[in-house]
């Protein structure tokens, strides 16, 4: 499963997705960088209805990825 994620793990190792050389405003108008917190982003936000459990790991690990990667925060994990 995780072979499917190696592009994007490739390209942040790159440091594809922004350097700390480039100025905060940038970074904050990039919505491709997964730093980029959209007005909807907060704490307390529901990404997926999946409870995790010992028995629905395989359902709640592929709904975890891609809400994740949907909205373009797979490269925090």
Do not use: C
Not at 5 to 24: D, E, H, I, V
Not at 28 to 56: A, K, Q, R, Y
Request: aromatic share 10%.
């Amino acid at each position: 499963m995780i072979s499917s994620f190696l592009p994007l793990l490739t390209k942040m190792a790159r440091g594809g997705y922004g350097t700390a050389t480039q100025s905060n405003q940038s970074l904050m108008e990039n919505t491709n960088n997964p730093f980029f917190l959209h007005s909807g982003d907060h704490p307390g936000l529901v990404l997926i209805l999946h409870l995790l459990t010992g028995s629905s790991y395989n359902t709640w690990s592929r709904a975890m990825l891609m809400s994740l990667n949907a909205k373009n925060k797979l490269g925090f994990v």
